[in-house]
């Protein structure tokens, strides 16, 4: 099966200037280098030529709550630990800052939602917050809280008490998370308010985080639903009239993926993942090319993130229609992960710890692959080959394994693929030869011309090849997910096609873009 970058499944046009396409780290300034500041030097040191941007996750007060930063007391303000907006303007002036608009919560703990524990409806704020009256004033039949699309186990909402009322908020994540009800102006002027603190400093891309529950209506899901959509294009406006754009985080059914990508300027690739673990656990790429044929070619793509790996994006839809992979192919490929990570997959996923996501498997993605290099590098060079703008996370660019440490001490799932490096830590991994032949190919991906052309593909078994053409400049990878190995061929400083093997990248000597 072969083709081409399919063309017309995602947005196109529109005022907002363009980024750069090549590849952005994913980063807690905490977690890698330990502050904002520290975070751009080790961009432009240790890692300088391989980024053109960087996602710097929740940096606001408190970076370190309920949720790792998902959950803003403050979400306009920088947390002074890890810096200020001045030393986000300072990371912006070089690379592209993405930053989180989380737009379906705020903190339990946020100044306003304590006045509506004080003086409950009195509040003035008391109209930003959902609760459960908010939606169901007569009540809820069991048909329809039996109808809400969930996350986690239970239902969505946590008893408080609010001035002298015991009421239910909803908490679509944790208690410590309150949603808000975005049909209140008072949640609007919040959201622009954060907008306007980011781009001010020079954020560009902007994430929304958890916008697929942001609606709440009742006789629905309550996820995806017309006025999420509604809610998002009233957020791409604010951002564009800022300069910036817009990214969209939601993890579902892989047709649902093709639609949301008309409507956003990118859009999550969260099924590349499980079809490159797919496609080394069984040799089987047929998958993956039929997601290639399809596609949006708007995506950010990703082999892991702060979040666990999804399952839901290669699987069923909410009707049950076919996925990209067959139940059984899915039951076979979480058992696998499982099995590759000695276990400790299992032991972070599912019931098996708190704060859990139904659809995800916590894992690092190098565990995944069962700690092999071979197995990493192939995966990490389709990833770059793949048409769209790769990001890395932090842990995956470093080739980090499982944090059981970490994940014994909290009992969070997904802290298994959060390690706090210190700076010792970062040097050491620097120094392995898996993380020098990973950054040889983001160079790569960030530098050779070929990368402003346009791409071909073809699979044929279980062997990929991508193809990229700009002008005279060519790079080529074949890929067979059946031997763990691979081969380069790039357009050198002449014009010369050189061939490379995993084992050789470091010793490419590439042209740059004009």
């Not at 999804?310 to 992960?337: F, K, Q, S």
Request: proline share 6%; with cysteine; hydrophobic share 45%.
């Amino acid at each position: 099966m072969s083709g081409t970058s399919p063309q017309g499944a995602g947005r196109r046009g529109g005022t907002v200037p363009a980024v750069p396409t090549g590849p952005q780290l994913i980063a807690y300034a905490d977690r890698l280098g330990g502050s904002v500041e520290a975070l751009a030097e080790l961009l432009r040191g240790p890692l300088a030529g391989a980024f053109d941007g960087v996602h710097v996750l929740p940096f606001f007060t408190p970076y370190d709550g309920a949720d790792a930063g998902f959950d803003p007391v403050d979400h306009a303000t920088v947390d002074p630990r890890l810096g200020t907006w001045e030393d986000v303007a300072a990371l912006a002036s070089d690379h592209v800052v993405m930053a989180d608009l989380i737009v379906n919560h705020v903190s339990s703990a946020s100044e306003a939602f304590a006045d509506v524990v004080r003086h409950g409806r009195a509040s003035r704020w008391a109209e930003m917050f959902l609760t459960y009256g908010s939606v169901f004033p007569d009540g809820a039949t069991e048909a329809e809280l039996a109808a809400i699309y969930r996350p986690r186990p239970g239902l969505p909402f946590t008893a408080m008490t609010l001035g002298d009322e015991r009421r239910l908020v909803w908490t679509t994540f944790t208690p410590q998370q309150v949603d808000l009800d975005i049909r209140s102006p008072l949640a609007w002027e919040y959201l622009t308010r954060v907008l306007d603190a980011q781009t001010t400093a020079g954020v560009r891309m902007v994430r929304l985080d958890a916008v697929g529950y942001v609606a709440k209506v009742r006789g629905t899901s309550c996820f995806m639903i017309p006025e999420a959509a509604d809610a998002v294009a009233r957020v791409r406006e604010l951002a564009h009239e800022r300069g910036a754009q817009v990214l969209l985080e939601i993890h579902g059914y892989y047709r649902q993926q093709i639609e949301i990508a008309r409507t956003v300027d990118h859009v999550y690739d969260f099924a590349l993942p499980p079809l490159l673990l797919h496609a080394f656990a069984a040799s089987d790429l047929a998958p993956l090319a039929q997601w290639l044929s399809v596609r949006p070619t708007n995506a950010v793509t990703v082999l892991d993130t702060h979040d666990g790996i999804g399952i839901v994006d290669a699987g069923r839809g909410p009707a049950g229609e076919p996925g990209l992979l067959e139940d059984a192919e899915i039951d076979h490929l979480v058992e696998w992960i499982h099995e590759q990570s000695r276990g400790e997959s299992r032991r972070a996923t599912g019931g098996a710890a708190s704060n859990l996501d139904l659809y995800q498997v916590n894992c690092t993605f190098y565990d995944a692959l069962g700690a092999r290099d071979d197995r990493y590098l192939l995966a990490r060079l389709i990833q770059l080959f793949v048409p769209g703008i790769p990001q890395v996370y932090y842990v995956g660019l470093l080739a980090g394994s499982n944090d059981m440490e970490l994940l014994e001490r909290t009992g969070v799932g997904r802290d298994i693929n959060r390690h706090h490096f210190t700076p010792a830590e970062v040097d050491a991994a620097l120094s392995r030869d898996v993380v020098r032949r990973q950054l040889a190919a983001l160079r790569l991906r960030a530098g050779h011309p070929a990368f402003g052309g346009a791409a071909t593909w073809a699979v044929d078994g279980p062997v990929l090849h991508v193809a990229w053409a700009h002008g005279e400049h060519r790079a080529e990878l074949v890929a067979d997910v059946a031997r763990a190995d691979g081969e380069l061929r790039v357009t050198d400083h002449d014009g010369v096609l050189r061939t490379a093997s995993l084992g050789d990248l470091e010793q490419l000597e590439l042209p740059t873009r004009p």
